[in-house]
């Protein structure tokens, strides 16, 4: 027993091992994840049973081989003193023949049998439930996804439509998507509301600030929402449209620098806004292997059997990739951006002489402003934070405060 489980060990091991190494080529890649995964889990199972069973042999618990082990001592000392000799008459010339008795106690019992049958079905069935698993997580995750995102373009829609249409027409366009209910057309709007204030400023670069308020303002007391069922968000969205109108203007005002900040301002410096959870990213160069196999197909017989020659090409290339350094405190002031991620000892303090080009990149999820400075061997940076379309004002208004 203990043989068969490490002679399928050892096949499910180089099994690993082989498609492992298949990994490295692009075009086996996808095929040899799927081996890896199952063999994977055989290979753990496989071992589990194999070190249950070793532990019973040394533990004298009694197992199948155990058995058989002691019975085959016992035949072999019987063998060799009851051999059978089968005699026959047989014609002149011909002579006796000594058979030994044939011994059947290394046959596979039952419950050798029926184990390797359980220990591999409950391999499979482990298999299939884990892949199910991931199916399902996958699916609920794009299901989840695209919710949200129907809900995120509803709410656009919501604030094009008071942009365009006022706020009689808005309001009409959430009771219809409301069944006509006006609590939950209400309930709605409530939850809306950060998205729809945001997309109003963002609509026309955070000009004509109080207009776009009065329109939201408007909104709200169509639909019977008061200031104080509004989330905090919509709150400190107005005191930002608001600040970033007198740094437009260049009237400067009194902000208290926040305690908890990571880094000291310089005391020439006026604050001017700090987007916490902000997250950086920067570009890493990495060697990738692409390649395709070149050359032909051989008929070998007329049952459409052939054999494949030729050879694998495999090229290296760099690719620049995006990657996170980490979730931080990203400030503006009058005359640095500072950026300081968890965990960091270093900060990254750039002065605004030395930005020369900032942009908004992404979709409808995942907004980011990439900044490119001076002194950074080139390589732009992309930080993700909760109004990116703000965060370019500021970067470009931050120097009438000084």
Known sequence: MKALLTILINVVFWTLVVNAIRCIWPSQRANAKKWLKWSGVSFAVLFVFLMIFVFMQKSGVDTPEAKNDVESSQNAVEQKQNTQTQDFDAPKGMVKKSVPAQNDSHAASGGEILFIFVMFGGAIYFGIYVSRKRKREKL???????IKEAILQEQI???ETLVRDGTDAAWEGILATSEGDSV?????LINASPIILERLFEDNGYTEIEERIEQFAGLCKVSGVEAAELPLKVSEQIVAALLLKNLIAGEKIP????????FKIGGEEAFIWAFRNAEMYVIKTKMTYEGESVGASIPVTDGGIS????????EAIQKDVWESTGTGV???????LYFKSQGNMNTIRVPHESIFSVDVSGGLFGKRVVISRDGNNGKPEKFEVEYPVFLVKLLKYATNWR
């Open 140 to 146: 609920a995750l794009a299901k989840e996804q695209a």
């Open 157 to 159: 829609r919501v604030a």
């Open 184 to 188: 939950k057309a209400k309930q709605k």
């Open 255 to 262: 902000i208290q620098v926040p305690g908890d900040l990571p």
């Open 307 to 314: 054999i494949n020659a030729g050879q694998h090409k495999m």
């Open 330 to 336: 990203l400030v503006v002031t009058s005359h640095h």
